[in-house]
């Protein structure tokens, strides 16, 4: 009787022990879960896959622009457009998110005697650049795949459709601001440049995908209507610079209504345009 009064209570004190520990890990189990609400679960191994494509996108794509486009630009010319440093990056992501406040726009000219007839990015704010409208259209497509790999469904397809999306986006882009050049008479300039001032917009873009991502669509919504309205802000004044002004400097008018016509409607469409591209 006493081994069966021990027995019994060895076991009596082990189920205790185990519904204890049992409690325990429900407890931290719920603390980790508090602690890991909203954020990314780098676990998952839809989010590493997104990231490998990712970077398998990144480095063909890579590969291909440096094997072709030698064929198509002059890599003395796009050099130009990467001559870039810290403080400029700093400053031109300012007026981009902050374009109101910017107030000259004007560009100034090269003094030596390069093939490009304006100052390199990094001695000239409002100098366009490749640099920061590359770097945020890459970004742009490793936040959407991420977003598709918490979504559970990310497909490799994924990423070569967001960029080819995009592609298509930015190119009628740049058609309608060459064709525009060219039909209203304005200032010989580089498609570069065309390329340079649609791919600004993908920052406001990539801001609003990582505000939908870690906090919500609503926030997301509000935010697309700010960066939307500063896309806009930021394209009527850098065209109606290069188009308008530089017409009003030469002739001693204000620009036909043609061309106020058309870089108003430039900027109207830049918030349809950011809003079909987010997530």
Request: some cysteine.
């Amino acid at each position: 009787r006493k081994m069966e009064g021990r027995g019994g209570m060895h076991q009596h004190a082990g189920r205790g022990q185990q519904q204890q520990g049992m409690g325990m890990d429900q407890g931290q189990g719920g603390v980790h879960g508090q602690q890991g609400f909203g954020a990314p679960d780098l676990n998952n191994p839809m989010f590493h896959m997104a990231a490998s494509q990712g970077a398998q996108f990144f480095d063909q794509g890579q590969k291909m622009i440096s094997s072709n486009v030698s064929q198509y630009v002059s890599m003395q010319l796009l050099r130009h457009y990467f001559q870039v440093d810290t403080p400029y990056v700093v400053k031109k992501l300012q007026i981009l998110l902050m374009p109101f406040t910017h107030q000259n726009w004007h560009r100034e000219k090269d003094e030596g005697d390069g093939m490009y007839p304006y100052a390199p990015p990094r001695d000239c704010v409002n100098a366009p650049d490749l640099y920061i409208p590359v770097m945020s259209f890459v970004t742009y497509i490793l936040i959407v795949g991420y977003h598709m790999g918490q979504e559970k469904s990310f497909t490799p397809e994924v990423l070569g459709k967001t960029g080819s999306s995009g592609l298509v986006m930015m190119v009628l882009e740049v058609v309608a601001l060459k064709a525009g050049f060219y039909l209203l008479d304005g200032p010989r300039s580089s498609f570069l440049d065309f390329v340079s001032w649609s791919g600004y917009k993908y920052v406001g873009i990539v801001l609003c995908c990582l505000v939908r991502v870690f906090l919500g669509k609503t926030l997301q919504m509000c935010l697309l209507v700010l960066t939307g309205a500063c896309s806009a802000w930021f394209m009527f004044k850098t065209v109606a610079t290069s188009l308008i002004l530089a017409d009003a400097r030469q002739q001693g008018s204000g620009g036909s209504l043609s061309k106020q016509y058309f870089v108003l409607s430039l900027a109207a469409l830049q918030l349809p345009v950011c809003w079909i591209m987010g997530i």
